[in-house]
């Protein structure tokens, strides 16, 4: 299988470029900066390109230049904290703009390919939040939220062409995203999560594997959440 994921370079979206790597498929990394974790990823035998998602020029060259695929992984994301009414233009334009957007571009440019071929599976990584709704997280809340509605509707749209779509949604999770938590609120998270832990990355990889295989076959529109009962 070829796989392409975005936000390959760090946390979810590393974790799940090796997960795949490791079931012996091609895997494409897609990253928009981290020059250095791009480096370090190539050695595993990933090949990377450089792309703003958020950009449908740099999308439509990724695409040329990648071709046809099998699986597409949105995990490109960026977060926001903040009062709502103090966020600012520029950020509403980047957040949206990656975290929507980007994956609108993104499964735009790759998805007739998979309609020709009639096979494909679109796997979106979302949020706990765009379930929930997060407090001084608004913005991000909700462009999560749009990634449940896009799989829903999606997943209606492609299941004729054999293009399973699927989202994750998952709770706190040990990525650099969240390396900003104090100790003190890592611990007031753990105590309200029945597994009393943290998320790892490669739980969600795990998951996001095993929507990509065969095993999942018959599994499309759905939404997971993987988030240790926090917010269940």
Not at 41 to 68: F, H, M, P, Q, W
Not at 89 to 98: F, P, R, T
Not at 126 to 146: N, P, R
Request: with cysteine; hydrophobic share 40%; aromatic share 6%.
């Amino acid at each position: 299988m070829k796989i392409l994921v975005t936000g390959a370079t760090r946390g979810i979206g590393r974790e799940a470029a090796l997960a795949f790597l490791e079931k012996g498929c091609e895997v494409i990394g897609v990253y928009a900066h981290s020059e250095r974790e791009a480096d370090n990823l190539r050695k595993s035998g990933i090949a990377l390109y450089k792309c703003d998602v958020s950009d449908k020029t740099e999308v439509t060259r990724l695409a040329e230049s990648v071709g046809n695929i099998d699986v597409l992984v949105n995990n490109a994301g960026i977060s926001l904290r903040g009062l709502f009414q103090r966020v600012t233009e520029d950020e509403e334009k980047a957040l949206y703009g990656v975290n929507l957007f980007g994956t609108l571009n993104v499964t735009r440019a790759f998805l007739q390919g998979m309609i020709n071929n009639k096979r494909g599976v679109i796997i979106n990584v979302s949020s706990v939040f765009g379930e929930t709704g997060g407090s001084m997280e608004a913005d991000y809340s909700a462009s999560k939220a749009a990634l449940i509605g896009l799989t829903k509707a999606l997943a209606k749209e492609v299941g004729p062409s054999c293009i399973r779509v699927n989202c994750v949604t998952p709770g706190v999770i040990d990525t650099d995203m969240n390396a900003a938590l104090t100790i003190d609120e890592v611990r007031e998270l753990t105590e309200e999560i029945p597994l009393e832990s943290l998320g790892s990355p490669r739980s969600v990889a795990d998951m996001i594997t095993f929507l990509a295989s065969d095993e999942a076959s018959y599994i499309t529109g759905a939404v997971i959440r993987i988030d240790g009962g926090w917010k269940t």
